[in-house]
């Protein structure tokens, strides 16, 4: 299963960026898909993900990203609006099938004036 991520960059405070992953190679239905990252110096977290038909988000994130999943591309959206210098970060893409992890490359995400 590969998993390839778009999008990410620098933005200033407020702005929106627009984070895209695409799964492929997968013989299963993905359970679940979504995003994580890892700023430096600290452990990687969950940003948002939806599975089973559920969005879920970082209490940090909510009201301010939205995430989207297209399932028959295997496809999964990261809509970030009002950004944060916090927010800088690396990005990783995930997809949970079956009882396995997969994660994208990161893509850098940098908040700043």
């Known amino acids: 299963v590969q998993l390839q991520a778009f999008g990410g960059g620098w933005m200033q405070p407020g702005g929106s960026l627009r984070l895209s992953c695409a799964a492929s190679g997968s013989r299963f239905n993905i359970n679940e898909m979504g995003w994580y990252r890892q700023a430096p110096g600290k452990e990687r977290e969950l940003v948002a993900v939806f599975g089973g038909g559920i969005a879920n988000y970082a209490d940090s994130v909510k009201g301010r990203f939205t995430i989207t999943r297209d399932f028959a591309k295997n496809t999964v959206d990261l809509h970030m609006n009002s950004l944060k210098p916090e927010y800088t970060a690396v990005y990783y893409c995930?997809?949970?099938?079956?009882?396995?992890?997969?994660w994208g490359k990161g893509t850098q995400v940098t908040v700043s004036s």
């Open positions: 995930n997809a949970k099938i079956l009882i396995m992890n997969y």
